[in-house]
């Protein structure tokens, strides 16, 4: 059974103009803030969050999101699956669940008298893992091959996983009972990790009214197409990238190699991603080609969970945060010529 032509449920969503979209910086901007605009009805009071989110899904990314239970991970990631008019799917990641409630299972059917292929929940377009550090390694493992080759193999045959695909996982902080640790390999495979934290005082108060009276995840409206983020996502490829930028993103890379803090630093494919989300940054921002800014900005939520330290460190945020920050002002910043003219989009 081949899934790659599965008819997705597209709700009601104005038609999509992908050639506009990969052309025009300024209209892939406003499809940017539309999108972040929308979920912050639902998720109040920070937007860099949602940012990062946005543009983890517009860079081809999957996302981790971190934090103690209460601040709104899952409400981020229903929201922004609500935002897109795609199928989307909910796990919940339990003790008990296996690697087939995932992936799907062979079912044998007895009128034909062979097995049918009965497609599992990572088959849609934005998969909303929930609390996925729950869940033992084995069935964590589940996950791999789908996020980075998007496909799943079952018995010895590959299903094609539908376009757009992201993961969005939430896990709760590893010292809370009953959590299992992400292993290297399935950390590596979340271009970002983010956290959401507390509100200040005077968006919460505003949440206690807003969601006192209403439920805005119920009401909420999709504002993009699947198409449109095909195309923000080939916008995002086509951006500019200088030479010096690049050398930029492997200096970063060597420096955490190098840092004496650092028991496990940025392997190419970390570097490889960094790029990624300074693009998606950079369609955000409206430009045609990446800046030391994109980079600096994306590297914490890129690079963190990556990274291991010496001794306790391990991958706490906190201390994380502080050696990356010393690596990222102890390495030169590129001098860009002004004006920066980039090639050509293809």
């Known amino acids: 059974m081949d899934l ?103 079912v044998f059917d007895v009128a034909k008298a062979s097995f049918a292929f009965r497609p599992g929940p990572i088959f849609a377009n934005i998969v909303l893992g929930d609390e996925i550090n729950r869940t033992p390694p084995k069935t964590q493992s589940a996950l791999l091959e789908a996020m980075e080759e998007r496909q799943v193999t079952v018995d010895g045959t590959t299903y094609r996983l539908p376009d757009p695909f992201m993961v969005i996982a939430t896990q709760n902080p590893l010292e809370h009972e009953g959590t299992f640790p992400l292993p290297v390999s399935q950390l590596d495979r979340f271009l970002l990790r983010i956290q959401i934290g507390y509100p200040d005082a005077e968006v919460e108060a505003a949440m206690l009214e807003t969601h006192g009276v ?20 080939g916008r995002a490829r086509g951006i500019h990238t200088s030479p010096l930028i690049q050398r930029y993103i492997v200096q970063i890379a060597n420096a955490t190699r190098a840092h004496p803090a650092v028991a496990l630093g940025m392997s190419p494919r970390a570097a490889l991603a960094l790029q990624r989300a300074a693009r998606a940054r950079a369609v955000l921002e409206g430009r045609d080609f990446v800046s ?12 963190g969970h990556r990274l291991e330290l010496r001794a306790a460190g391990g991958r706490s945020p906190g201390p994380l945060a502080a050696v990356l920050g010393e690596i990222l002002r102890q390495v030169p910043v590129p001098d860009l010529p002004a004006p920066q003219r980039p090639a050509p989009h293809r």
Not at 292 to 303: L, Y
Request: a negative charge; proline letters at 7%.
């Open 214 to 233: 209403s439920e805005p995840l119920e009401v909420l409206q999709p504002v993009a197409t699947p198409e449109d983020v095909i195309a923000l996502a």
């Open 292 to 303: 030391p800014d994109d980079v600096k900005a994306m590297a914490p939520s890129v690079i």
């Open 4 to 106: 790659t032509h599965v008819r997705l449920d597209v709700r009601g969503s104005p038609p999509a103009d992908g050639h506009r979209i990969l052309e025009d910086a300024s209209l892939a901007a406003d499809l940017f803030e539309r999108l972040v605009e929308n979920i912050a009805l639902v998720v109040q009071g920070n937007n860099e969050a949602i940012r990062l989110a946005v543009a983890c899904l517009v860079a081809g990314g999957h996302l981790l999101v971190e934090d103690v239970p209460g601040v709104g991970k899952t409400s981020l990631g229903k929201a922004l699956s609500a935002s897109v008019s795609c199928q989307h799917r909910r796990i919940q990641f339990t003790s008990d669940l296996l690697p087939a409630d995932v992936t799907g299972v062979n």
